[in-house]
């Protein structure tokens, strides 16, 4: 748990075979850091956590496991509430939930909210026209081209609302079966692996993993801007000052990925598809605010987003030291 000041620590399961107890400690709080922010910026009553389990997904899952862990879950009482991450699925999230009712992201059968990924994509994809129209005044993407690395859940969902608005996409995948499949349903193009990144296009869009802007990449993108739903894509804080340096506008990923944490924010209130859309919908305003910032005050957009979070968390957060009658949070 990083963050309660805006509201209970949400985030998800991350089910990976850490080499050590060490770096599952190092990767969980750079997260649940992640999620303080991610959260704040997205205007939501949520504070910021992250779990991780050590152990490889493929073998060591088992229901026992899982809701042994959601009984440890429910030890917090609601201070920390989870979903799934990477290595973990909406059908586990349905095992951890009969142990805890502090799990979010469950299926639509079981009463939850099911997949965020779609809803990831159509926060990436409203993001992606707030860029646009910074860029180039409208936010009509037809004629544009993108490169679009990891076409999985996420990614696949973005392309089809791409080539649904006429845009030219190109894609890579490391996962043959991925890249096939999304070759023939969109009719798109593919590259290598080594070559997405250096694609001529207006727009880059890192869907697979953290870390792809880097020293070695950055010199080598040949586009206008990143937009991709990748957590942590800049591999270190120098990295966002190198783009900028090459002209490159880089739109933060924790603002336009925030669309799968608003989906399952919107289940502890009651799904409401309707609701919850249309809350995802206005992280094309909240990335338009974030330019606005960083160019008013001369600032990196992260910068910008990273300040709009702390001055949310300072100003609402502090509400939360006034108690309410039958307030059980505070
Ligand atoms: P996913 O596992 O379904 O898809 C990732 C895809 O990337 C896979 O097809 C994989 O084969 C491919 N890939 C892996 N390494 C690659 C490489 N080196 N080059 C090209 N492709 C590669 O995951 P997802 O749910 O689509 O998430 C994609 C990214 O978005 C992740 O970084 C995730 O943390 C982030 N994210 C996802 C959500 C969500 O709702 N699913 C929400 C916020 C952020």
Redesign the pocket.
């Known amino acids: 748990i990083h963050s309660t000041a805006l509201g209970p620590a949400l985030g998800g399961t991350r089910f990976y075979p850490y080499e050590s107890e060490e770096e599952a400690l190092a990767d969980v709080l750079r997260l649940s850091k992640g999620m303080t922010y991610k959260s704040a910026a997205a205007g939501l009553d949520l504070g910021g956590g992250k779990a991780v389990i050590i152990g490889d997904p493929h073998h060591d899952k088992s229901e026992r496991l899982l809701r042994a862990y959601g009984r440890m879950v429910d030890t917090l009482q609601g201070r920390y509430i989870t979903a799934?991450?990477?290595g973990t699925t909406t059908q586990d999230m349905d095992t951890i939930a009969k142990e805890t009712r502090w799990v979010v992201g469950n299926s639509v059968a079981m009463g939850g909210s099911g997949?965020?990924?779609p809803?990831?994509a159509r926060g990436l994809y409203a993001a992606t026209r707030a860029v646009a129209e910074r860029l180039w005044g409208t936010t009509d993407l037809s004629e544009r081209t993108f490169a679009v690395?990891?076409?999985?859940?996420?990614?696949?969902a973005y392309v089809q609302l791409l080539v649904e608005a006429r845009a030219k996409v190109v894609i890579?995948?490391?996962?043959p079966p991925?890249l096939e499949t999304a070759k023939e349903r969109f009719g798109v193009d593919t590259v290598p692996?080594d070559e997405?990144h250096k694609v001529e296009c207006d727009i880059f869009s890192?869907?697979?993993?953290?870390g792809?802007l880097n020293e070695e990449t950055i010199p080598e993108l040949n586009c206008k801007a990143v937009v991709?739903?990748?957590?942590?894509q800049l591999a270190t804080e120098k990295d966002a000052e190198r783009i900028a340096d090459r002209g490159i506008l880089y739109a933060p990923?924790f603002v336009v990925?925030?669309?799968?944490?608003i989906?399952v924010y919107d289940q502890l209130n009651g799904y409401s598809k309707t609701r919850a859309l249309h809350l995802v919908d206005s992280i094309f305003d909240s990335t338009k605010k974030i330019l606005k910032v960083a160019e008013d005050e001369g600032i990196l957009p992260v910068q910008a987003a990273e300040k709009v979070a702390e001055q949310r968390i300072e100003e609402i957060g502090d509400l939360r030291r006034l108690r309410r009658s039958g307030d059980d949070r505070a």
């Not at 690395?149 to 696949?156: H, N, R």
């Open positions: 799934e991450d990477v997949d965020p990924s809803v990831t690395q990891g076409v999985g859940k996420v990614g696949s890579a995948d490391s996962f991925a692996l997405i890192p869907c697979a993993l953290g792809v991709g739903s990748a957590n942590n990923d990925n925030a669309g799968g944490v989906n």
